[in-house]
């Protein structure tokens, strides 16, 4: 008897070391890249979950970066996964969009925006993304901008600033977050604050909060609360598309959901549904970035007095140099003739570290210094790294914005993408710069 329990506890004991050789040599048609796979199931995940509160790269990152270099494989969430920090490598990825990579986002992101991989409803490529790409570009990119937008966000960054001026305490993040809320979601759905539900804006801070829990729709998880969310917001939106369709007057307010139904069954993809999570995901990505930003203006403003009286200078000059009103929002002239300022929001953006990593998925097997990386495997360009890299950026972590003066002709866009690159290079940028610039010129100017 107790033979034939050896011989089964040996055959358990090869399958389960074969099982975790297997999970840690993957197959590949070359070298992968160096890394380990962590433990079986979910892989490295919570080590990368473990928040950081620095500016620096995440330890996570870091940490492998000086044991295995900046391109090494790691296993999240069950998926392999190879992180690149090495600033011509991503650019390459953000460049082979189509032929050597598509767009991937996590099952969390995919399910609760719909924008990622081949079956999303969104899609990921081709007419789907051309189409996104031209609305959001329509609706808020340098033309648009110039049209009156600029004006618009000069006059709602000075309501807001007045408003918490009057306040004991503002935590930035939020209120800032809950201000281009309001602001975007006018310029997508046509609707002011008065006329959307009460709890519209806590639905979409909700989703934000859940965008890492893990997709599980069993009642109580915070994924289900976040799906329950996403449904009402839909819903929402439903009713006010069923009152623009119904009521034609309703429309022509200029608004992304008008251009969208006028464009309904112009291409067979233009579905009432596509235009509802269309609106979601376009109100969804304006305001989150952008308030994510704010709390490190004012932390870079407070901690380095000259730098904040080098941009109260160059913002006062052009009030004096004015023939009309003081009071008057920037104009785009007037935006554009700023030197100092452009070098602050760069610096900003470089230590933010706003976009903690860019997913793609390999279509082919992708040859990278040496190693090859499967078709199939999930890419994860982290482009802040670039943004720390002290063979570039000295004293990265240091805020001097006088350092983008004669940093210019030497930093080539690889080593700056706060904003992704190639053909999804984000298509809001333009409106992020001017909105910071907004914000800094009221703040100066105005308030102490
Ligand atoms: C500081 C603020 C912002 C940052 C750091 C940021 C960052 C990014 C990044 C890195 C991407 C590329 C994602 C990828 O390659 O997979 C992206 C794409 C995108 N962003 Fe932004 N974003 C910001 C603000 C905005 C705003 C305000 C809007 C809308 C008004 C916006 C709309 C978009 C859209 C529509 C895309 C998809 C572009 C495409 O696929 O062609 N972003 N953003």
Known sequence: MWVIGAFLVTIVAISYIYSIYKWRTPKSNGIPP???????????????????????????IKKRITRFGPIFRTNILGRPVVVSTDPEFNNRIFCGEGKMVEIFFTDTFNDLLGIGGKDSKMGGSGAVHKYIRTLALT?????????????????????TLRLWSTLPAVEVKNASANAIFHFTAKHVTGCGQEKLPK??????????????????????????????????????LKGIMEEKCSSPQTRGGGDVFDHAIADLNTQSFITEDFVLLLTFVIT?????????????????????????????????????????????????EEYKSLTFTPHVINEILRLANLVSGILRRALVDINVKGYTIPAGWMIMAITHASH???????????????????IEARVTSKDFMPFGGGGRQCAGAEFAKAFLASFIHVLVTKYR
């Open 34 to 60: 160096p890394g380990s796979m962590g433990l079986p199931l979910i892989g490295e995940t919570l080590e990368l979950l473990i928040p950081s509160y620095s500016m620096d790269i995440h330890p996570f």
């Open 388 to 406: 720390l890299n002290p063979d570039v950026y000295k004293d990265p972590l240091v805020f001097n914005p006088w350092r983008w003066k004669d």
């Open 284 to 332: 969804f990505v304006s305001f989150d970035s952008v308030s994510s930003v704010l709390p490190i203006v004012f932390k870079c403003h407070a901690e380095n007095p000259s730098a904040s009286k080098e941009l109260e200078a160059e913002h006062e000059a052009l009030l004096k140099r004015r023939r009309e009103n003081r009071n008057s929002p920037l104009s785009w």
């Open 139 to 159: 609706h808020f990119g340098t033309e648009r901008l110039k049209a009156g937008l600029f004006t618009e966000i000069g006059n709602m960054v000075d309501h």
């Open 199 to 236: 709890n519209f804006w806590e639905k979409f801070k909700n989703i934000r909060q859940s965008f890492m829990s893990i997709p599980i729709r069993i009642p109580g998880t915070s994924y289900y609360r976040c799906a329950k969310d996403k449904e009402e917001v839909l819903n929402t």
